[in-house]
């Protein structure tokens, strides 16, 4: 029996460590990195370079029937980001602006996903106990449906995802930054 193509939209290695964990049995799957609201270049290149040294060394540990983790990255676009976050620059974090930033990368992975040939897409965001679970889903779902492709709305901070993600990031000698990405976040 073949396993469904999961695109799995992933902001940085350590969030992703958990979720691959999970889903690997059950999916095959490719990480999109897709973290436009990063506006620091070196910042940017960091998380996406811990996201390729997880997924390298953790197919080294897979066996063959799982497949292997593939990568694949979006636009690198945080002009878009701050556009589309004007006038939300003073919002606490969860708030209104980190909505936007949710349906901005949902989005994404949707249109990518639906224009690959994914079966369905989920995101790594879910793993923080900072993002808002009924909030991500609730846009995944409008997502799907807007490129008809399906949402898979995974909480992966439940059964200790989030601490399973620091124990792998440690594992694997991880960077594990402690903002979110967006310049605003920097100032909490």
């Given at each position: 029996m073949s396993k469904k193509r999961l695109l799995l939209h992933s902001c940085c290695g350590p969030c992703s460590t958990a979720c691959i964990e999970r889903l690997v049995d059950d999916f095959d799957i490719t990480v999109f990195y897709y973290n436009p609201c990063i506006n620091d270049q070196e910042e940017y290149e960091k998380r996406k370079d811990?996201?390729?040294?997880?997924?390298?060394?953790?197919?080294?540990?897979?066996?063959?029937?799982?497949?292997?983790?593939?990568?694949?990255?979006?636009?690198?676009?945080?002009?878009?980001?701050?556009?589309?976050?004007g006038g939300y620059e003073e919002e606490p974090e969860g708030g209104a602006r980190c909505g936007i930033c949710?349906?901005?990368?949902?989005?994404?992975?949707?249109?990518?996903?639906?224009?690959?040939?994914?079966?369905?897409?989920?995101?790594?965001?879910?793993?923080?106990?900072?993002?808002?679970?009924?909030?991500?889903?609730?846009?995944?779902?409008?997502?799907?449906e807007n490129y008809n492709c399906e949402y898979m709305a995974f909480n992966f901070k439940k059964k200790d995802g989030f601490k399973r993600s620091t124990e792998l990031s440690k594992e694997y000698?991880?960077?594990?930054?402690?903002?979110?990405?967006?310049?605003?976040?920097?100032?909490v």
């Open positions: 811990n996201q390729i040294k997880f997924i390298n060394e953790y197919n080294e540990k897979l066996s063959h029937e799982k497949g292997k983790i593939l990568f694949v990255e979006g636009k690198y676009d945080p002009e878009n980001f701050i556009s589309l976050t949710f349906r901005q990368r949902l989005n994404e992975a949707g249109r990518y996903a639906s224009e690959n040939g994914f079966d369905c897409f989920t995101t790594t965001l879910t793993v923080s106990p900072h993002k808002n679970y009924d909030l991500i889903s609730a846009i995944g779902q409008e997502v799907a000698g991880l960077y594990r930054q402690d903002y979110c990405g967006c310049e605003y976040s920097k100032r």
